[in-house]
C-alpha cells in the first residue's frame, strides 16, 4: 500500500493577480495618454475641452458653449446640418520667474470640440453672441424638422 501525502489545496486553483493587474495599468496608460496629449515626444499638459448645454425649442436649438480667456478672433465656429464645429487656440502669457521658479495652472494650447445635434438645423441663419466667456448660438431648426410629426401605434 502507497502512502499519498494528503494536501487539501491540491485541487483549488491559485489565482495570480498580476496579469489582471498589468491589463488594468494597460487601460490606464491609455488613458493618460487621451488625456494627456504629446507634442513630439513631450507632455503639454490636459487638453482642454469646452463645457457645453444645449436646450431645444419648437423653432430652434440654443447651444451655450464655455470658453473663457479666449479671445473671439482666435475661435472658428462652423455649423453643419447636424453639427457644430468649435475650435480656438488659448494663447500663452508671458510670465515672470520669481527664485528660479515659474508656474502656471493654466492650460494653453489649440482645442478643438464637435456637438452632434438634436434635429437637422438651418446653417445659413445662425446667430452668435460671445459675453463673458460664454459662446451662445441660436440655431434654427430647418423647415422640414418643424413640421416633422411622427405617428406613434398603440398595442
Not at 499519498?4 to 493577480?17: F, K
Request: proline share 6%; hydrophobic share 35%; no cysteine.
Amino acid at each position: 500500500m502507497t502512502l499519498v501525502r494528503w494536501d487539501p489545496l491540491r485541487e483549488i486553483e491559485r489565482w495570480d493577480p498580476f496579469p489582471e493587474m498589468g491589463a488594468l495599468q494597460r487601460q490606464m496608460n491609455r488613458l493618460f495618454e487621451q488625456l494627456l496629449p504629446t507634442d513630439g515626444g513631450e507632455r503639454t499638459g490636459l487638453t482642454f475641452i469646452p463645457a457645453a448645454e444645449i436646450a431645444e425649442t419648437d423653432g430652434d436649438l440654443r447651444l451655450k458653449i464655455e470658453i473663457p480667456g479666449v479671445d473671439p478672433k482666435d475661435l472658428n465656429v462652423e455649423v453643419a446640418p447636424e453639427s457644430v464645429s468649435i475650435s480656438g487656440e488659448r494663447k500663452s502669457e508671458t510670465t515672470t520667474e520669481e527664485g528660479g521658479m515659474t508656474r502656471s495652472e493654466f492650460r494653453y494650447g489649440k482645442f478643438k470640440r464637435v456637438i452632434a445635434l438634436p434635429a437637422v438645423v438651418d446653417n445659413e441663419r445662425v446667430g452668435a453672441e460671445y459675453k463673458d466667456g460664454i459662446l451662445r448660438l441660436t440655431i434654427p431648426k430647418a423647415e422640414s424638422e418643424r413640421q416633422k410629426a411622427v405617428r406613434v401605434r398603440l398595442g
